[in-house]
T-cell receptor, first 115, second 116 residues
Framework: AQSVTQLDSHVSVSEGTPVLLRCNYS??????LFWYVQHPNKGLQLLLK??????LVKGINGFEAEFKKSETSFHLTKPSAHMSDAAEYFC?????????????FGAGTRLAVHP | EAGVAQSPRYKIIEKRQSVAFWCNPI?????LYWYQQILGQGPKLLIQ????????DSQLPKDRFSAERLKGVDSTLKIQPAKLEDSAVYLC??????????????FGEGSWLTVV
């Protein structure tokens, strides 16, 4: 069965320090992987995606993620957190199965950034 | 390019009343999704359309929820009668095609429902 596990429900960092949000997936197929961010009272915005090209993917706002097939992981990182990064982050697996695309969401990680 | 449009943005109704939400996807997008997001949780798929056909409605509570996309463009999600536990954000999303898993999914800003 396909699944997505975000290993931390809450992460708290100080402004200017690195961010690491962890995501592991389970899939029998070759998936595409996405990270989305959701700010309060807003919809989901795409940060970055992996679609079987380069394993290190750069996204918007300084975020990047590395696809590691051997570890079935797609962790999201940022070298230096900014106050505006405080939001909910979702790891999403997209796979083509049964004739159509399916999306599987992680439970989300809430990132808090302190001054 | 215009994004995914949703309306109304906010709605408060009493339990047992009905409500309808509208979504207009990005022009040309074949796939349309409706998600329910309860506060503090990740989005849960309610229904997925490919053009005007349903490809997945396995998690749609069909006794009270219905959705249609008659012309393969915009879509309406209806809840009748509403229950307290339906209080959530209803997110609409679209993507260009059903072929290939890598194309981006675009989300609207959501319709916030409070049932009192």
């Amino acid at each position: 069965a396909q699944s997505v596990t975000q290993l931390d429900s809450h992460v708290s960092v100080s402004e200017g320090t690195p961010v690491l949000l962890r995501c592991n997936y389970s899939s029998s197929y070759s998936p595409s992987l996405f990270w989305y961010v959701q700010h309060p009272n807003k919809g989901l915005q795409l940060l970055l995606k992996y679609t079987s090209a380069a394993t290190l993917v750069k996204g918007i706002n300084g975020f990047e993620a590395e696809f590691k097939k051997s570890e079935t992981s797609f962790h999201l990182t940022k070298p230096s957190a900014h106050m505006s990064d405080a939001a909910e982050y979702f790891c999403v697996v997209s796979l083509f199965s049964g004739g159509y695309n399916k999306l599987i969401f992680g439970a989300g990680t809430r990132l808090a950034v302190h001054p | 390019e215009a994004g995914v449009a949703q309306s109304p943005r906010y709605k408060i109704i009493e339990k047992r009343q009905s409500v309808a939400f509208w979504c207009n996807p990005i022009s040309g997008h074949a796939t349309l999704y409706w998600y329910q997001q309860i506060l503090g949780q990740g989005p849960k798929l309610l229904i997925q359309f490919q053009n005007n056909g349903v490809v997945d409605d396995s998690q749609l509570p069909k006794d009270r929820f219905s959705a249609e996309r008659l012309k393969g463009v915009d879509s309406t999600l209806k809840i009748q009668p509403a229950k307290l536990e339906d209080s959530a954000v209803y997110l609409c999303a679209s993507r260009p095609t059903n072929v290939g898993s890598g194309n981006t999914i675009y989300f609207g800003e959501g319709s916030w429902l409070t049932v009192v």
